[in-house]
T-cell receptor
Framework: GAVVSQHPSRVICKSGTSVKIECRSL??????MFWYRQFPKQSLMLMAT?????????EQGVEKDKFLINHASLTLSTLTVTSAHPEDSSFYIC???????????????FGAGSRLTVL | DQQVKQNSPSLSVQEGRISILNCDYT??????FLWYKKYPAEGPTFLIS?????DKNEDGRFTVFLNKSAKHLSLHIVPSQPGDSAVYFC???????????FGTGTRLKVLA
């Protein structure tokens, strides 16, 4: 089946530094990828939609200058958390649509997630 | 405003019995619903979905029921197995889009 790979799975950084998270579709091309964030005991919240070859679309309340998204190829999207602060500590998950699925046209495949801890 | 709610944060069920996980939504325009399962330190994996034109969809041990008038869906797992222990998220979306609105999840523990 479709696989979405996310790297790194865990990262710890100092406050003020930038962190890049990669999301790759391994066996399919994804013109669109989605970035979610999950705080402890909360639901996954959509942050932005990453579009190959064009600008990302951000959800209301998400700072585009803070969370830089680049979708340079059909298999890779990156999320860069710039000047990270402790409040950015969270679980970041990417997802992609692997073409049309027999079980439903709206099914997304998720990566394993990246846990960011900002000290 | 939480548009998709899972009011039970946790559920414990004996192995072999039925697990019923519930989900309520507020937006009647949602027309596609999904259930995902998530193990610790992993991303969510797709389980089963249902469109609003149906009221039931079955896949092996998993059945999703949709009650549009009550804006309620449920996931039934029969028989429950210890490997089913995970956090289950329901999600709602609009058919043709990939913008999912997730619930807060229900942690299912199946006791051997």
């Amino acid at each position: 089946g479709a696989v979405v790979s996310q790297h790194p799975s865990r990262v710890i950084c100092k406050s003020g530094t930038s962190v890049k998270i990669e999301c790759r579709s391994l066996d399919f091309q994804a013109t669109t990828m989605f970035w979610y964030r999950q705080f402890p005991k909360q639901s996954l919240m959509l942050m932005a939609t990453s579009n190959e070859g064009s600008k990302a679309t951000y959800e209301q309340g998400v700072e585009k200058d803070k969370f830089l998204i680049n979708h340079a190829s059909l298999t890779l999207s990156t999320l860069t958390v710039t000047s990270a602060h402790p409040e950015d500590s969270s679980f970041y998950i990417c997802s992609a649509r692997a073409g049309t699925a027999l079980s439903g046209a709206n099914v997304l495949t998720f990566g394993a997630g990246s846990r960011l801890t900002v000290l | 405003d939480q548009q998709v709610k899972q009011n039970s944060p946790s559920l414990s069920v004996q192995e072999g019995r039925i697990s019923i996980l519930n989900c309520d939504y507020t937006n009647s325009m949602f027309d596609y619903f999904l259930w995902y399962k998530k193990y610790p330190a992993e991303g969510p994996t797709f389980l089963i979905s249902i469109s609003s034109i149906k009221d039931k969809n079955e896949d092996g041990r998993f059945t999703v029921f949709l009650n549009k008038s009550a804006k309620h869906l449920s996931l039934h797992i029969v028989p429950s197995q210890p490997g089913d222990s995970a956090v289950y998220f329901c999600a709602a979306s609009f058919l043709g889009t990939y913008k999912y609105i997730f619930g807060t999840g229900t942690r299912l523990k199946v006791l051997a």
